[in-house]
């Protein structure tokens, strides 16, 4: 018989993190912290795409993402005041 369900820090006790991404993690909050009860794991986000991973949050939810400048990934910088121009400069 199939074992019923159970919070993750009864099936994982030794659980440190969860790393999540590529989806918006608010509306699954809510039932993390549930299944998270007694558990002393952290979420954290990650942002990536096929290119490769270009940020990662290093600190609490919602503190924001740190970018990875030497993940092997080219990143272009663009003044905000410049996005809509012909020809924005870029950094």
């Known amino acids: ?5 159970g919070r993750l820090a009864e099936l994982f006790p030794e659980l ?9 993690f608010a509306p699954y909050r809510s039932r993390f912290r549930e299944l998270l009860k007694g558990s002393h794991a952290e979420t954290r986000e990650a942002y ?3 290119e490769g991973f270009f940020a990662i ?3 609490g939810d919602r503190e924001g ?3 990875l400048p030497n993940a092997g990934v080219f ?3 663009v003044p905000v005041a410049e996005l809509n ?3 924005p400069n870029r950094h």
Do not use: M
């Not at 018989?1 to 369900?5: I, L, N, Q, V």
């Not at 440190?16 to 918006?24: C, F, K, R, S």
């Open 16 to 24: 440190e993190l969860i790393v999540h991404g590529g989806v918006n």
């Open 85 to 87: 121009g012909p020809d």
């Open 1 to 5: 018989a199939p074992r019923p369900a």
């Open 65 to 67: 993402l740190r970018l």
């Open 48 to 50: 990536s795409a096929s």
């Open 57 to 59: 949050a290093d600190r």
């Open 75 to 77: 990143f272009e910088f």
